[in-house]
């Protein structure tokens, strides 16, 4: 979920809490504040209909509602004295303007006493209240109302401003993004005046520069190892060469040497595909150019011609399309000519090797051992099926590590008793 | 034929100069960047092998060096780092070859002969032995002048073998360089050695002079009959 889209929720679920607390609130203090209108209101009635009764006395007549808004009783003295003015809201038949017929209508009543001429009277006044649900129906809407209009306004403000103020972040993301240790000259670099951004920035320099340096040290390191090591080999293999070469040996000592011989050979392989790999890993080769597959893949097959025709194996290409990929050519070549050479090796006497090059992907397919390999582990380094013998075991290891530099996949499978390995180059 | 070997691993040195002593050669050698570049400014060599990391300097300078005074281009550098850039710069610098540490005798050989060949000055680019001529720009093989029909990889290989004459090449040195590293599977050998058997038969079958030796099942040596 985007910064934004998460801002958006967060803001519409707690003004949504918000707002429905207030609105209670809001309610509650609003009924009251009409209720204590409506009582001050009910008190000047009251003051007024005791002084016009001075001058009226018929209106101590008015023993019913019927006539008027409010009614006059008298009471006993006692009574009149523990009077209280009480105000309560209770309900009665009315007919307003919205009505057909009466209607039980919320009233306040102001129930009160008062003294004329020595006898005592209870005084009652109504006074219509607003209607509570019709009330709590109105605010309903109105809270929606709000709601949804200052989501909406959120949204686009967030929009705006969220967009405008998380600028420099996002280009310096996509700077980031795009940045290659050991291959992107310049740092991901934002002008910005935001302390955070800033803040950032500084820390993922300083992080890439520390990577940077740690990278150098190590392309130091494997160029100091290969050294290291390959001068020692060279030294070995070539003390024995002129050894042989001297002549004077026993068959047997010449067995013995030929053996070391040939271990030092496999050390060599090893340290080669080794160095290989931590520097495909290393992503040391970028030098990408547009290449053909297809040209790869018939040069490829031309070396291992006489190879495959001694090993009794058709070697045959088709292509379907042709194939052009943005890669470096050694590695294309490392990866094709691994995979082929696999094909050709692990194969049996008069079988077939079957190279399809079509518009995204290439495919390897060749007889062999009738039993699929394990296709987790054949890529994997150092596996070795049981069969294999003689291998270093880093060849597919190879293959794999190449492929997912440049994001191409590259599947084992095992179909109509063939082995096939396919590339792809596109997904 | 003058050559300098430039190197600082004294092992590896002395293992050059033994086997190019073999070849005739007058040989020198330095072992630091000092001694390589007096022994340049003074002398002329008709091949150099250079190493690229030296104690003092960097052999791309005395490169550099060379190249500044025309001589740049019978300098074949040894490096064990097989770094592309390197490589480049090296041959950009007018550097003739690259050779990667490890390497096999034979083609330390028979490299340093293709680069005496290639600025030997009487144009001519064959080699011959006994009744034979091999023609490295026509790509021929004749026996007492008549032409005898090798394939692509036959022809590669009895090259490789002149150029190792009398000299042991074994069988990986022979796959390496015929064809490309990494053939590291146990059934090449005898790919190898049907190679040579037909090789051989049409050595004597066209009556040449030539014969390719078993060396203790380990490479082969050819000689003259």
């Known amino acids: 979920m985007k910064l934004l889209n998460q801002s958006i929720k967060y803001f519409s679920i707690s003004l949504l809490i918000i707002i429905s607390l207030w609105a209670v609130v809001f309610y509650f203090n609003m009924l009251s504040e009409i209720k204590s209108s409506v009582d001050e209101g009910l008190e000047n009635y009251k003051r007024q209909i005791v002084y016009r009764a001075e001058n009226d006395s018929t209106l101590l007549q008015q023993h019913t509602f019927e006539e008027g808004f409010f009614t006059i009783h008298e009471i006993l003295q006692e009574k009149a004295m523990r009077f209280k003015d009480r105000y309560i809201d209770t309900m009665m038949y009315m007919q307003d303007a919205d009505d057909e017929e009466p209607e039980l ?323 | 034929m003058k050559i300098l070997v430039v190197e600082d691993e004294k092992e590896l040195l002395k293992n050059i100069v033994d086997s190019l002593t073999k070849e005739h050669f007058v040989i020198e050698s330095a072992v630091d960047f000092r001694s390589a570049s007096d022994k340049i400014g003074l002398y002329d060599y008709d091949c150099i092998l250079l190493d690229i990391m030296l104690p003092g300097g960097n052999g791309l300078e005395l490169l550099e060096q060379l190249k500044q005074s025309g001589k740049a281009d019978n300098v074949i550098i040894i490096s064990a780092k097989d770094s592309l850039d390197d490589k480049l710069k090296g041959l950009e610098l007018g550097a003739d070859d690259y050779l990667t540490k490890p390497f096999h005798i034979a083609e330390l050989n028979a490299r340093v002969k293709a680069v005496l060949r290639r600025n030997k000055q009487d144009g001519k680019n064959t080699i011959e032995l006994g009744n034979a001529v091999l023609d490295l720009q026509d790509r021929l093989f004749l026996v007492n002048g008549e032409p005898v029909p090798l394939n692509r990889k036959e022809f590669d290989i009895l090259n490789y073998f002149l150029f190792n004459k009398n000299r042991l090449v074994t069988k990986t040195a022979l796959a390496e360089h015929v064809w490309g590293d990494n053939i590291d599977q146990a059934d090449n050998f005898d790919f190898i050695y049907y190679q040579i058997k037909n090789l051989r038969k049409k050595l004597t079958d066209s009556n040449s002079e030539l014969e390719i030796e078993a060396v203790y099942g380990i490479g082969y040596k050819l000689v003259e009959k």
């Open chain 1, 105 to 427: 209508e919320p009233v306040r009543m102001l129930t009160t006493a008062f003294e004329h001429e020595e006898k005592y009277y209870e005084l009652s006044i109504i006074n219509s209240m607003v209607e509570e649900d019709d009330l709590v129906k109105e605010m309903l809407w109105e809270t929606i109302f709000l709601y949804v209009f200052l989501v909406v306004g959120i949204i686009l403000l967030n929009n705006i401003v969220l967009r405008r103020l998380w600028k420099p972040f996002y280009d310096f993301l996509s700077q980031l993004k795009s940045y290659r240790l050991g291959n992107s000259k310049q740092l991901p670099r934002v002008e910005t005046t935001t302390k955070e951004f800033n803040d950032l920035q500084q820390a993922v320099t300083t992080l890439l520069l520390h990577s940077i340096e740690s990278y150098e040290h190590q392309k130091q390191f494997i160029g100091n190892a290969s050294h290291e090591l390959q001068t020692p080999l060279a030294i070995a293999t070539n003390k024995l060469e002129l050894l042989i070469e001297q002549g004077n040996l026993k068959e047997q000592d010449a067995g013995s040497i030929s053996e070391v011989l040939e271990i030092i050979q496999r050390l060599v392989r090893l340290n080669k595909s080794l160095l290989l790999l931590t520097k495909i890993e290393n992503k040391q080769f970028l030098d990408n150019q547009l290449i053909s597959i297809n040209e790869i893949a018939k040069q490829s097959c031309e070396d291992l011609e006489e190879m495959a025709s001694f090993k009794q194996v058709t070697l045959s290409i088709v292509e379907r399309a042709e194939l052009k990929v943005e890669m470096d050519t050694s590695l294309a070549a490392i990866i094709v000519s691994n995979l082929l050479r696999n094909a050709v090796f692990h194969n049996h006497d008069h079988g077939s090797v079957e190279v399809v090059v079509s518009e995204q992907s290439i495919r390897i397919i060749n007889t062999g051992h009738p039993f699929p390999l394990d296709a987790e582990k054949v890529f994997t380094r150092f596996y070795k099926s049981e069969l294999e013998q003689g291998g270093s075991g880093l060849g597919l290891a190879i293959v794999k590590a190449i492929c997912s530099m440049y994001g191409y996949s590259v599947v084992y499978a095992f179909e109509e008793q063939k082995h096939c390995f396919e590339i792809q180059f596109r997904s």
